[in-house]
């Protein structure tokens, strides 16, 4: 057998075997390391296996991910997802709609000191679902707006997916988080706008709530002022050129563990529940990580994604019609797996094709930043689509007496505002990158 049908046979491989629900890093170990084995023989591999574990984690940048989890623990336990929550809903809960739209603020408050959409969907849920059930919300749609809200968490820098993209394609972090900003924020107003739609022509799903006094909102809203503390001081930090992305993930852990000290949160099993959750965490992208390295490492091998992006260039198709196909190709893979694995595997295959396509006469490296930025974007729908949306299944587990058919309904809107705001980024570049375009970006 040639090189290219070793490659493509371990790939189907690998895809029945997260089909069989095999975990994504191992089933792209075990394919990877039977197919290096095959093609380059025992030896190599086991002389790959002795350097490459090391070379891979011992990279300085992937630090980040671990104190970036940490955080997210730390303000898990420091309450401030209820200060968001109830800061949003003192503001705008008594509109129609408004504590729907308190959970979509909140879920975007916290992805900006968390990263991990998974974390804020399960926290903003414990925190935003028992006050919308109380309030007469459906649980239909909160659960839905919940889920939805989640996926701010990897929209909105500091994202995890963001530093491995960064990592994988060797572009500044830094630039990433800035790119990401406005696409985050649309992203948070065009689920407000579902949210408002929904509760006009449904009113029994998402009724008006209390009308708080100006004296409580703004005791409410100054109650969050940990979590705009920290966040100016990482991204302020970051821009300002007062430390890099990873000694600001460090800083802003040191930041919001004084929070959860300070508030309780760290006392008794506190701390040690956030040190478990960040190691399994990191324990886990990091098994991902190995088993997208020694696939990858073996698709080089068998030279497939080169001969793939050469077989797509030579197709003469237009760039943006290839690039779609790649968003699809996106949408499908978000069925079936989670948005960090679908970068880690794909980015290799999708990144020299993209990067061999002129669109819209962007340099490479504008290009290289407004692709990851939509690359996130599309992963980020995986979290809510059916039938493997992980949002949808930690948030419906939080309400059993919600079908989970009801949830993915209610979703749809949702994922048709995705679907506009991935589109708007694809045909006007110049959303993604106008903030790296400013003097002394």
Known sequence: MTGIEWGSLMFGVMLLLLALRVHIGIAMLLTGSVGYMFVAGIDPLMSYFKTGAYARFSVYDLSVVPLFLLMGQFATHGGLSKALFQAGNAMIGHWRGGMAMAGVTACAGFGAICGSSLATAATMGQVALPEMKAHNYSGRFATAAIAAGGTLGILIPPSVPLVIYAILTEQNIAKLFLAAFVPGILAALGYMVVIAIVARLSPADAPAGVKFTWLQRLQALIATWPVLLIFLVVIGGIYGGLFTPTEAASIGTLATAFVAWRSGGLRGRGFLECMYGTAAATGMI????????????????????????????????????????????????????????????????????????????????????????????????????????????????????????????????????????????????????????????
């Open 286 to 441: 990091f098994l991902i990580l190995l088993g997208a390295d020694v696939m990858n490492v073996f698709l080089v091998l068998t030279q497939l994604n080169v001969e793939l992006a050469k077989w797509v260039l030579g197709l003469k198709l237009s760039p943006v019609l290839v690039l779609f196909m790649i968003i699809f190709i996106y949408l499908v893979l978000g069925c079936i797996m989670d948005s960090l694995s679908m970068i880690l595997l794909t980015i290799p295959i999708f990144y020299p094709i993209v990067m061999g396509l002129d669109l819209f006469g962007l340099a490479p490296e504008a290009k290289a930043i407004w692709f990851g930025i939509i690359v996130l974007m599309v992963v980020e729908i995986g979290l809510i689509t059916p039938p493997v949306g992980m949002n949808v299944f930690i948030i419906n587990s939080m309400d059993k007496t919600v079908p989970m058919k009801d949830t993915f309904l209610f979703v749809m809107p949702f994922l048709a505002s995705d679907l506009i705001r991935i589109v708007a980024l694809v045909f006007m570049p110049g959303i993604t990158l106008f903030l790296l375009q400013l003097p002394g970006a």
